[in-house]
């Protein structure tokens, strides 16, 4: 598939791939609507609407900003959608994790784990389960000229309802971080 052609034809700019997934990529983009975007574009028979709609309340309700925001969805085609969110700037929390020569003050660290327990809590007490914690699903952004960097949950492609009826009998995730 020629993601970029895909982009293009749905009126966005395509600049330069973000990372690859197990059900799609992500793309850098700009939108007239919102500027610059992450694009998720994945296959739409691997994608759960359900578990989508869930998260989808999650971001509505949420009054926190633990979480990538998702702008807009589109469902469109046979094969392929969409998904426009906001783009965060800074990378993924590997950019901390893959350099550990290079300090950074307790201080620091101890406010992006607080975000990101506060969001995992969010997620909880939402009846959801990210299933997929990573250092690549937590991505950072720093707003143009605050000199603040925030951590954001994203990635809810393995997310699901909680359900206490059932015993979950399947794994999933990533197999190096279960």
Known sequence: MDYEHFLRSNMLVPIHPLGKGAYGCVYLAYSLDYGLVAVKIFLKDKFDKKEYDASFELYRKRKENFFTTILKSYYEGDLYSFIIMEY????????????????????????????ILAGIKTFHDSGLIHRDIKCDNILLHSPHGSGLVYSKISDFG?????????????????????
């Open 158 to 178: 393995f997310a699901k309802l909680e359900d206490l009826t059932h015993e979950q009998t399947y794994r999933a995730g990533t197999i190096p971080y279960m």
């Open 88 to 115: 965060s700037n800074m990378n993924t929390l590997n950019i901390i994790a893959k350099q550990p020569h290079i300090p950074l003050p307790s201080y620091v660290l101890r406010a992006l784990m607080n975000q």
